[in-house]
């Protein structure tokens, strides 16, 4: 069981940046893969980005590369986002989630564990 518990988010500038963190509890989260999703009123919840167990590999989507970056500490139990560069279109609620396994998916079936969500607003 993985409990997972998002922080971070608020109200920023476009161009702007903010660090979210994913604090979680449980023995299984540092042998899961990660990944943070996002839902914007009235569209449905969409991949952000997603980092393997051992924080080796990462996967993002193309409306975030390069802006968007994952990592996690496993010593501290926790994954991050950082964002840079953010535009009006990335407001929305962020989640984070912890796989089932190891693999790295941008299929939120493949994520059994939820935070509650944390709200990020980009004002233009």
């Known amino acids: 069981q993985v409990q997972l518990v998002e922080s971070g988010g608020g109200l920023v500038q476009a161009g702007g940046s903010l660090r979210l963190s994913c604090a979680a509890s449980?023995?299984?989260?540092?042998?899961?893969?990660m990944g943070w999703f996002r839902q914007a009123p009235g569209k449905e919840r969409e991949f952000v980005c997603a980092?393997?167990?051992?924080?080796?590999?990462?996967y993002y989507a193309d409306s975030v590369k390069g802006r968007f970056t994952i990592s996690r500490s496993n010593a501290k139990n926790t994954g991050y986002l950082q964002m840079n560069s953010l535009r009006p279109e990335d407001t929305a609620v962020y989640y984070c989630?912890?796989?089932?396994?190891?693999?790295?998916?941008?299929?939120?079936?493949?994520?059994?564990?939820w935070g509650q969500g944390t709200q990020v607003t980009v004002s233009s």
């Open positions: 989630a912890a796989a089932l396994g190891v693999v790295i998916t941008r299929s939120a079936n493949g994520y059994g564990y």
């Open positions: 449980g023995r299984t989260f540092s042998s899961s893969a």
């Open positions: 980092i393997s167990w051992s924080g080796g590999y990462t």
